[in-house]
């Protein structure tokens, strides 16, 4: 064990990554076959490793996979290496100072940096940031099928595997009555005791959006997640207003000055470390939410390795309480990067043991995986 500060990096280095998905995934904008990813870690001067992650996600971050690794190998990386930390939040000053926006890569970064300012100390990530509320997370299962058949085996499957949390994504079919119809059925087949969401990906116009939920009974739904495009505000508003359905903000929210702005219109948000820039930050938007009477839900980007969802693992057990649930994106990944992965149980992520994150990549598959080369 070390004292976590000072802490003075020896080097930083740059892993992005393309691993495919066990089966393609569709959304209302896209169809994603393959994850792209981006792996930092970060050594200090005793030979220890910290490691970080962020998935590429242009629509709500700007950042491509190719982009996100010049900015941590050109900008990122000299900053942190020029001097030692005395204390986390010179963290964010220094990548702020470093390059403005480009929030996965800083994202990234700050992760690797926290992680192994934790193994430093000995502690689990979640007990250097803060005080853990439990060690088990509730998951979402995450659903996003092409017929209302395979929606429903899909659904039904995971709550047989203990998922209490199904969320299904919305906008694929031709007409919003259709989605609304799907969800209804779903609703009767995995009965009230489902915590059943829709994530819409800012599919739909605010008059779709009404007749989609015109169509469902009061309390149908948990919540909607981003019916409308990110700068749609004032159809949000207008959509809230007429619905007693919970409104969860994902897409929209860019930064923590949002969080206020959304008052009296949303009933929580998606909190992804990526959009905000780092682990801190969104320990930060969390705490900020509850202050004003919202709830969050923790998300890692699709799809993310075990190394950024045991990140958000230990985020979540921070949080006061997990209602809305966590949602682990690994499993969707046709071959993990490390090695022993994330225990799961009758739908619960359980933290690791081990310092910091409590995961380690595998090196071979690191490389087997790299489109780009290594820093």
């Not at 969802?309 to 309480?321: K, M, Q, R, Y």
């Amino acid at each position: 064990m070390t004292a976590p500060w000072p802490l003075s990096l020896a080097a930083l280095h740059v892993w992005p990554l393309r691993i495919p998905l066990h089966h393609p995934l569709r959304l209302a904008s896209e169809t994603i076959t393959h994850a792209e990813t981006l792996i930092i870690e970060a050594q200090d001067d005793e030979g220890r490793s910290g490691w970080g992650e962020a998935s590429a996600a242009p629509t709500m971050t700007g950042e491509v996979l190719a982009g996100m690794a010049e900015v941590a190998r050109r900008y990122l990386g000299p900053a942190l290496l020029s001097a030692p930390f005395a204390a986390p939040a010179e963290i964010a000053h220094r990548l702020d100072r470093a390059i403005r926006s480009n929030t996965g890569a800083k994202c990234a970064t700050e992760a690797a940096l926290l992680d192994l300012a934790a193994r430093r100390a000995g502690l689990p990530l979640c007990d250097f940031l803060g005080q853990r509320k439990r060690d088990t997370a509730p998951c979402i299962a995450m659903i996003g099928g092409a017929t209302d058949d395979a929606v429903l085996e899909a659904a039904l499957a995971a709550q047989a595997q203990g998922f209490r949390h199904i969320k299904v994504k919305l906008g694929l079919r031709p007409e919003p009555r259709a989605d609304a119809a799907m969800i209804r059925r779903l609703r009767a087949a995995l009965g009230p005791q489902a915590h059943l969401s829709g994530d819409a990906n800012m599919a739909w116009t605010l008059s779709a959006a009404r007749e989609f939920l015109a169509e469902l009974p009061e309390g149908t739904l948990d919540y909607l997640e981003q019916p409308l495009p990110d700068d749609d505000k004032p159809g949000l508003t207008q959509l809230a207003a007429r619905t007693t359905c919970p409104i969860c903000i994902d897409e929209g929210l860019h930064h923590l000055s949002d969080i206020p702005a959304y008052r009296g219109i949303a009933a929580g948000f998606g909190l992804k470390s990526i959009k905000l820039g780092g682990l801190l930050p969104t320990l930060a938007a969390d705490a900020l939410a509850r202050e004003a009477g919202m709830r969050t839900t923790l998300a890692c980007k699709i799809a993310e390795t075990a190394i950024g969802n045991a990140a958000a693992l230990h985020l979540s057990v921070l949080a006061p309480e997990m209602e809305w649930g966590l949602s682990l994106t690994h499993g969707m990944i046709a071959a993990d990067i490390t090695e022993t992965g994330l225990p799961f149980e009758r739908g619960s992520a359980r933290l690791p043991r081990g310092a910091g994150i409590g995961v380690d990549p595998d090196r071979g598959k690191l490389a087997t995986h790299a489109i780009l080369s290594r820093a």
